[in-house]
């Protein structure tokens, strides 16, 4: 895979973005799977509008891109961004978000809500 060169005022707004704990947990997590927010909502102790603050930003950045699904919209990774590579990397030295997806498939929060 041939990796883009990012400038570097997007290189750091990336690692800002990601220097966020629950920002980059949430990208570790749509590396393995696309999400909806109930899901997340499994996984964060925090409020739906603010889980959907963060996928805001992610998203106005281009590293993640949305897919609506009747009333629901599904998030992922951007992978044709130019800035996937970059992700890529900072993504190698983050563990494997396993136990969290467990968490969100084991509670299957989608039967609740509807997506």
């Known amino acids: 895979m041939l990796k883009s060169i990012v ?3 997007r290189s750091a707004n990336v690692l800002k973005l990601l220097g966020d704990k629950t920002r980059l947990t949430i990208v570790a997590i749509l590396k393995q799977r696309e ?3 109930c899901e997340f909502l499994e996984v964060f102790d925090m409020s739906q509008p603010s889980i959907s603050q963060h996928l805001r930003k ?6 993640v891109k949305e897919e609506r699904r009747g009333q629901w919209i599904y998030y992922s990774l951007n992978s044709e961004s130019d800035l996937n590579g970059l992700i890529e990397d ?4 983050v563990p494997v ?3 969290k997806i467990r968490q969100i498939e084991k509670s ?7 997506c």
């Open 58 to 63: 992610l998203k106005d950045a281009g590293m």
């Open 97 to 99: 978000q396993t136990e």
């Open 90 to 93: 900072i993504l190698e030295h």
């Open 108 to 114: 299957n929060p989608t039967l609740r809500c509807g």
């Open 7 to 9: 400038d570097l005022e």
């Open 35 to 37: 999400c909806c927010v």
